[in-house]
């Protein structure tokens, strides 16, 4: 039984870890910058370096991650088959790379010239990226809110990129647009459509499965989506009707929906049988408690514009959303997946199963907790930053820090793979 | 015989592992049940590829009820 284990299925371990080894050096990059600039880039959300911080942990962190995560969940999640996907994570990522490196230096510099160079690869790079996962999702048998959800972010991720791509050219070309309110769309279908929507349909499998706690309510899974969904195609027409009662009308839902969810996650957290406190789970709870913290946030600036139209209530909020709710989950998510990869490649050498050292082995355990507590000071360093500029510099070299122990435990993860592989394969042969 | 596997509050691999660990002792005509609240689809992949059959059923309470057995023929 054990020598015909196949996971023909699964992509090449490289093609996921690629991804994840990548994404947290932004993070480093993005807390650098925050310390070399100090207070001027929390002043407002549209100085260039808060612009380019934002992309520094929007497209290089949480792109890179959620793409590496994507090729490995699509087979495993939802049964489906990504075409080529050794080819096409080595045509995607170095492209998606260098397009995120000139993106960020065109914000940070202000020269137009890099943004222009930095929409074709984007276009090609997330273009094809896009079409792939999509026939990989619409081709799979399986079934399933989790399967919709990632049906509904791959759109919204293409969505995103358009809008962004317009942006890039207006602020080059210097177009007749809307900058602020295609910003603010560009923002909602990215963070909202794309991230947080992967993020749902992601936990529906992945809480119950590694957290241990009972499945997400079939109300809640079929709802939560399609509402969310709408309510981003609501915001957009905000372009088109910008009264501050529709803003309301569509933006109150929308902090409920996400408090119900950040609440549901806690709730079943909260009510399994079976407690377990690894970095995962923690991570998760810091996660949801920063949507929560958003929701509210977001609820008291538009109840009070004398607080909401302060340019730093938006840039709170957006230390919430970055930081707080889509860095944390991230990282608690390649912390369980680093150590799953390494153990399902492990199991296709042929090894007896007693020989594939345990899943535990992976990352010490030490080494993800210390580095959450490190990432947890920085998330509140960073929200004090907001309101007490004096800590920005800090803050940025915690969160630095904190994204450099990300990155060296997940280095660390993949060489213990290869030391393992080596072992096992010795083994084998001897057998 | 039914072995019962109740995977629901183990973390993964451990459903797995147990569920192979029980497939290769499976004696002609027998089955294993695994419970779990997701679809273990690399499982999934492992039984196609190795003769073995499977039906699925979720209960109310989200809990799916995996049935696998040796493929016939």
Redesign the interface.
């Known amino acids: 039984?054990?020598a015909?284990?196949?996971?023909?299925?699964?992509p090449p371990i490289s093609v996921p870890y690629r991804f994840f080894i990548a994404a947290p050096w932004f993070g480093v990059m993005a807390g650098l910058l925050l310390a070399l600039s100090g207070d001027a880039a929390l002043a407002s959300r549209w100085t260039p370096e808060a612009l380019a911080l934002t992309h520094l942990v929007g497209v290089g962190f949480m792109l890179q991650a959620m793409c590496g995560a994507l090729f490995q969940f699509i087979?495993?999640?939802?049964?489906g088959n990504v075409w080529s996907p050794k080819l096409v994570a080595n045509t995607v990522q170095p492209m998606l790379l260098l397009a995120t490196l000139l993106l960020v230096a065109g914000l940070l510099f202000s020269r137009p010239v890099l943004l222009s160079f930095a929409v074709p690869l984007f276009l090609l790079s997330l273009g094809g990226f896009v079409v792939v996962v999509a026939l990989a999702l619409w081709q799979t048998p399986?079934t399933?809110m989790t399967l919709w959800s990632m049906r509904m972010a791959i759109g919204a991720l293409a969505v995103t990129v358009l809008l962004g791509s317009l942006l890039a050219e207006a602020l080059a070309h210097g177009l007749a647009l809307p900058i602020i309110d295609l910003t603010n769309v560009h923002l909602a279908w990215g963070l909202g459509a794309w991230a947080l929507m992967l993020l749902a349909g992601v936990s529906y499998?992945v809480v119950?499965?590694?957290q241990?706690t009972?499945?997400y309510p079939?109300w809640f899974t079929h709802w939560f989506g399609p509402v969310l969904l709408l309510l981003v195609i609501a915001w957009s027409s905000r372009l088109l009707l910008d009264e501050a009662w529709w803003t309301l009308a569509i933006a109150l839902p929308l902090l409920t929906i996400l408090s119900v969810y950040a609440g549901m996650t806690l709730w079943l957290q909260y009510t399994r049988?079976?407690k377990?406190h690894d970095a995962t789970s923690i991570y998760f709870r810091v996660a949801m408690l920063a949507m929560l913290a958003f929701a509210v946030s977001g609820a008291v600036f538009l109840s009070y514009p004398e607080f909401g139209n302060d340019p730093r209530a938006t840039v709170w909020l957006g230390v919430l959303a970055f930081a707080g709710v889509f860095v944390s989950a991230i990282t608690g998510m390649m912390y369980k997946i680093a150590p799953?990869l390494n153990?399902?490649h492990l199991q296709r050498l042929g090894a007896p199963?007693n020989a594939v050292p345990n899943?535990k082995k992976m990352i010490p355990a030490e080494a993800m907790t210390g580095q959450l507590r490190l990432h947890v000071l920085a998330v509140l360093l960073l929200l004090a930053a907001v309101w007490q500029p004096g800590l920005a510099r800090l803050a940025g070299i915690a969160f630095a820090a904190s994204c450099a122990w990300l990155g060296w435990n997940l280095i660390g993860a993949a060489r213990r793979y290869r030391s393992f592989r080596d072992q096992i394969r010795e083994v084998v042969l001897r057998c | 015989m039914t072995t019962v596997i109740d995977g629901r509050e183990l973390q993964p691999p451990e459903p797995m592992e147990r569920t192979l660990e029980a497939l290769d002792k499976l004696a002609e005509g027998d089955d294993v049940l695994l419970l779990l609240y997701c679809q273990p689809h690399p499982l999934f992949n492992i039984l196609r590829n190795s003769g073995y059959a499977w039906s699925e059923e979720i209960q109310p309470d989200g809990t799916r009820e995996i049935r696998i057995r040796r493929a016939p023929g």
Do not use: E
């Open positions: 039984m054990h015909s284990l196949s996971f023909d299925q699964a087979p495993v999640a939802v049964g399986a399933g499998h119950p499965m590694f241990l009972r499945p079939l049988r079976r377990v799953f153990w399902l199963m899943m």
